[in-house]
């Protein structure tokens, strides 16, 4: 479990939000899936969001270079079996 702490006071003064307070947690939800819980204090309300999603496929949908790096790591085992199949048959 980790924390992570920031303050964007002055950014949400210049947009007129009234924020006090945000807080969003995350947990596993087994087979890949990870909850997530979000609560909201606004100055005359609070909101709170959850949902889940599959950390797999966020992961392998992206383009960036660690993206590029987790689909080949995940295509590396159907190509090492593919290898291993092809020296046993000889």
Known sequence: ???????????????????????????NGGSNNIKYTAMIDIKSAKIAISGSFNIEALITSCSGLLCRA????????????????RIMER
């Open 1 to 27: 479990m980790g924390a992570i702490t920031f303050s964007g006071s002055e950014t949400l003064d210049k947009i007129g939000a009234n924020i006090k307070f945000v807080n969003v947690s995350f947990s």
């Open 70 to 85: 987790a689909r080949a790591l995940k295509g590396r085992h159907h190509a090492y079996d593919m290898e291993l199949q």
